[in-house]
């Protein structure tokens, strides 16, 4: 994958993205025919890439390839709901806004992708990840990892396949949880879970789970 040409392609992506009047927002209007799901699709690969391996540049975009359908469609419909991320200047809920059917087709696409992993978390952190992965942190109140989202944290249904996944989104997300998830929601789901566990993760475990997720296939 050609990661300097989609990085360099990223500032005029999100310009299109946000100056864009039909954007993913009037896609609420369109059937999910093959001429509508490939322009969605054109949507999502501008900043998540072609294989949907993600962008790790300022504002690090997610890899979204071989991630479950029932997660991907779930987290469409929180942005299109302004559950998520509220505090990015980039107005997710427009961008992310489709139909059921549109989220589900998408969702299913970039489910079947499988790139390669990025590995773009320092090496010298990943047997120190893999503990706290596969064990928790005991004396921190932490449980395993693995104990939701599978021993090769590949996830299941709505709880997110988290190998391969870029280091400094995982990083970004687990530090900045509370700011990024659920803001406005009145009814908890399964992201409430992980609110005790990122905030009993300090910095450096952050660090060392996110290299160690950064290299599984």
Known sequence: MNYIGTRSAMPTAILAILFSTTGFAASTNMATTSKGLQAKMAYCQDCHGLSGQGYSGVLPIPRIATQTTAYIANQLLDFSESRRDSNVSVDMPKIHSV????????????SGLNPKPPGDGPKNLVNTGKKIYEEGIPEANVPACSGCHGPKARGEGKIPRLAGQLYPYTVKELGNWIKERRQHSTNEDTSAVMTPVAHSLNQTKIAAVAAYLSYLK
């Open 99 to 110: 139909s059921p059917a549109m989220r589900v087709a998408l969702a299913s696409h970039f």
